[in-house]
């Protein structure tokens, strides 16, 4: 494994894929703040929960950057198509079965069933996220492509 060059291409492809699912909230394509509900795991402080959620964020997209890596190490190659289809398997994960079930996972998130709580009042995602929006599925698949691709085109394989 070429540790110096996952390192780099991890990080990097990590900030695309942060400063494109930003900026899609930002411009009003989602309102969904992936960093942001997963710092809201460790705090209920909405200030320190945005610190938090970029760290845990970045860390996630380093270790998810390394699954990528090793699969690309076991097939011998790296190629931005290869890696922007691991992107969309990703995406496709992330919206179909992690968010739908976040209110069993998370403390603050609400549930579809029964609604808000004093301790969960975030609202849930719901299936590919489009309780935060009908582009959501959009910005996250594409956010998640772009990452794979980024990583795939670059990232040199021993």
Known sequence: MNWGSWLLWGFISTV?????????????????????????VFT????????????FHFLNGWIFS?????????????TWWLGGLFGAVQAIFVL?????????LHPRVANEQYGPTIERQLEPPGFLGLHYGIQTPISVLLAH???????GAFYVVK
């Not at 390394?66 to 790296?78: D, K, N, P, Q, T």
């Not at 179909?96 to 069993?104: H, R």
């Not at 492509?145 to 990583?151: D, V």
């Open 66 to 78: 390394l699954i990528y890596v090793a699969a690309f190490e076991s097939l011998g190659r790296s």
């Open 16 to 40: 695309v894929l942060t400063s494109i699912l930003a900026s899609s909230q930002g411009v009003g394509i989602t309102r969904i703040n992936l960093p942001y509900m997963l710092g809201t």
């Open 44 to 55: 209920p402080n909405r200030d320190h929960a945005k610190l938090i959620g970029i760290f």
């Open 96 to 104: 179909a079965v992690a968010l739908p079930v976040l209110p069993a």
């Open 145 to 151: 492509i772009i990452f794979g691709m980024i990583l």
